[in-house]
């Protein structure tokens, strides 16, 4: 099966300050692969996504980007503010298992 | 906006008791998936569903059971509990394999087991 690993487990950065997230994966037949963001006590959420046939996608402060051939991809938050403090986990939808896998989550803290 | 519906936010159940955890949704996904999540694991599946009366097994479902009668709602069954089973449970659908589409979460149920 698929395994997606996510690093940092753990990242702290000051308010202004980008935070990048890595995941890499194992399995070439995922070919899409969605981030969620979790706060404290609520619902994971997606904030941005990626098809394989697409290198990178941005939405405002978030970008995403994924390189196929070495099977990962990241997540990029630039000019960070407190509200951007929650766990971040990244996923792959494996096409043939028809299932997702996730990381095991980032745990951001933006300091004011 | 999808909505999935989890039908209790907390739970407290003894050990040997049959839990019963459900789940609805209203935007006629074709899949649905329940999760456990625990600090430092993240979200490990335990059964998904593709179709109605359709499971699959997903990497921990030792110890439960699911079911789907109708395309809406998947049920996670607890045949006894036991006190490690004590974690924040997720369900979620999803449009299908076909559609490439992301996860739309409930809000969880957390259980205690004791």
């Known amino acids: 099966g698929e395994n997606v690993e996510q690093h940092p487990s753990t990242l702290s950065v000051q308010e202004g300050d980008s935070a990048v997230i890595k995941c890499t994966y194992s399995d070439s037949a995922s070919n899409y692969f969605p981030w969620y963001k979790q706060e404290l006590g609520k619902r994971p959420q997606l904030i941005i996504d990626i098809r394989s046939n697409v290198g990178e996608k941005k939405d405002q402060r978030i970008a995403v980007t994924l390189n196929k051939t070495a099977k990962h991809f990241s997540l990029h938050i630039t000019e960070t503010q407190p509200e951007d403090s929650a766990v971040y986990f990244c996923?792959?939808?494996?096409?043939?298992?028809?299932?997702?896998?996730f990381g095991t989550g980032t745990s951001l803290t933006v300091i004011p | 906006d999808v909505k999935v519906t989890q039908s209790s936010r907390y739970l407290v159940k003894r050990t040997g008791e049959k839990v019963f955890l459900e789940c609805v949704q209203d935007m006629d996904h074709e899949n649905m998936f329940w999760y456990r999540q625990d600090p430092g694991l993240g979200l490990r599946l335990i059964y998904f569903?593709?179709?109605?009366?359709?499971?699959e097994k997903g990497d921990i479902p030792e110890g439960y059971s699911v079911s789907r009668e109708k395309k809406e709602r998947f049920s996670l069954i607890l045949e006894s509990a036991s006190t490690n089973q004590t974690s924040m449970y997720l369900c979620?659908?999803?449009?299908?394999?076909?559609?490439?589409?992301?996860?739309?979460f409930g809000n969880g149920t957390r259980l205690t087991v004791t």
């Open positions: 996923a792959a939808f494996h096409n043939t298992g028809n299932q997702f896998y």
């Open positions: 979620a659908s999803s449009l299908g394999a076909a559609y490439n589409s992301p996860l739309h």
């Open positions: 569903s593709y179709d109605v009366k359709m499971k």
